[in-house]
């Protein structure tokens, strides 16, 4: 199943990991990260665990690879 995902409806769209990273399993779209104009394509995403607070950042398109992640709070 390949979700259609849509890189500018991402911020604050909550996600889930498959295998929890650093001990976190739920995860929100803190900031979309924009490239260099003229371009301005968004390549990446910064994520923060709702837990703990602590921000990386990811490409967008390894959201919809369903073995990383789910869409949403489970």
């Known amino acids: 199943m390949t979700n259609k995902l849509s890189p500018k409806k ?4 909550k996600w ?8 976190q399993k739920h995860f ?6 924009l490239l260099e104009p003229p371009s301005e394509k968004i390549e990446l995403v910064e994520i ?3 837990y703990s607070q602590k ?12 073995e990383l992640w ?3 709070w489970k």
């Open 10 to 13: 991402l911020l604050l769209t």
């Open 16 to 23: 889930t990991a498959v295998k929890p990273i650093a001990k």
């Open 28 to 33: 929100l779209i803190s900031k979309v990260i």
């Open 48 to 50: 923060e665990a709702v």
């Open 55 to 66: 921000t990386s950042v990811i490409s967008w398109r390894d959201l919809s690879n369903s």
């Open 70 to 72: 789910i869409q949403g």
